[in-house]
């Protein structure tokens, strides 16, 4: 299990990714909010803390997918 600061951070990935297109800059903006403080806490660049949950959200997306649109192929949940 991620941290919660984690989760929040996979979570908006996935929303913006997600979302219907009226929500996609609200999400989008949200999500890169969000990396940017965690980020500057961490006292490194945002893009590179984007980077370093990469890998971790590819796990979630299949996880999230899987439980919440269960008739997705496995193959499509990975794309």
């Given amino acids: 299990m991620a941290s919660p600061e984690l989760e929040a951070i996979l979570g908006a990935i996935f929303e913006a990714e997600f979302c219907p297109p009226e929500q996609k800059r609200f999400r ?37 997918l899987a439980h919440e649109l269960p008739g997705v192929p496995p193959k499509f949940r990975s794309q």
């Fill in 28 to 64: 989008e903006h949200t999500r890169d909010t969000l990396l940017q403080a965690k980020a500057e806490k961490a006292g490194i660049p945002w893009e590179r803390r984007k980077l370093a949950v990469a890998g971790r959200y590819l796990e979630y997306r299949r996880h999230r």
